[in-house]
């Protein structure tokens, strides 16, 4: 049984990995073979050695993009978690105010950052944290929410039954029941806050303040620089990546034990 765990493991993380090398190998093929100009599509070998030639400008804008992100993030998770338990304690106060939860989410965050830079403008950076903010919050307080109302019926008659107060079936039922989807919407949210991040420094760049990695993928495409610009893309996907997986594992962590979508099956 440990070696069939342990082999379904090393499967999950080497079948991705074939993919990616496939693809890398075919897009190097294509530019040799159509001889591709490097302004239009640079080879993976060039895009690694601009990463390689340009780390020491690149990565110090990449730091600034993951503490925009972070903090977008780590306000998101609180701001949503709160406003999830308010909405779940009145179906009154839900749909009052849920409405314009979703408002916020729809409206396109690119036609409002530059209000949000300008009433802001003062604080570069806490505009582009509210602007990726804006972008993470609702997934966790929409799926917070929607866990918080699917707690089993019958132990909360039977909390009820026992004299538990409305704060103690929160804490001891509703909240453990709706882990699982909280963390689900923190999959979605971290990835969302590094997208908003970037598209605020874009925007933030277009106005001529130097921000994050965003700014060198502007500046760089502006002076067709591809390889360069490669190779800051290639370095925002790789921080996407690495929060998914971060808060996957994180997911598998505190779920593994008791929740069917991350117990291992034995058959």
């Avoid at 993030?73 to 314009?100: C, D, N, T």
């Amino acid at each position: 049984m440990g070696k069939q765990r342990k082999s379904g493991t090393v499967w999950n993380w080497l079948a991705p990995a074939l993919v990616g090398l496939t693809a890398i190998v075919g897009w190097d093929m294509f530019v040799r073979i159509t001889d591709m100009p490097p302004y239009l599509l640079p080879g993976p070998g060039l895009v690694l050695k601009t990463l390689v030639e340009e780390w020491g400008d690149l990565f110090p804008s990449l730091l600034v993009t993951i503490q925009i992100t972070v903090l977008a993030f780590l306000a998101a998770i609180m701001s949503g978690l709160l406003i999830a338990i308010l909405f779940a304690q009145s179906k009154w106060i839900e749909r009052s105010f849920f409405p314009y939860a979703v408002i916020l989410q729809t409206t396109p965050i690119v036609a409002i950052a530059p209000l949000i830079i300008i009433w802001l403008q003062n604080n570069t950076f806490m505009a582009l944290v509210v602007c990726a903010w804006i972008v993470a919050f609702f997934p966790i307080v929409s799926n917070t929410t929607l866990g918080l109302n699917s707690a089993d019926h019958s132990l909360q008659n039977l909390f009820e039954s026992y004299g538990a107060s409305r704060w103690q079936t929160l804490i001891y039922l509703r909240l453990p029941s709706a882990l699982p989807y909280f963390l689900g919407g923190l999959r979605i949210s971290g990835g969302l806050a590094l997208i908003g991040a970037v598209v605020a420094e874009f925007v933030a760049g277009t106005g001529g303040t130097r921000s994050g990695i965003a700014y060198q993928i502007l500046i760089s495409s502006f002076n067709l620089q591809i390889p360069r610009m490669f190779a800051a893309l290639l370095m925002t996907t790789a921080l996407g990546v690495a929060i998914f997986v971060a808060l996957t594992l994180l997911s598998d962590r505190l779920l593994q034990h008791w929740h069917e979508s991350a117990v291992q099956r034995e058959n």
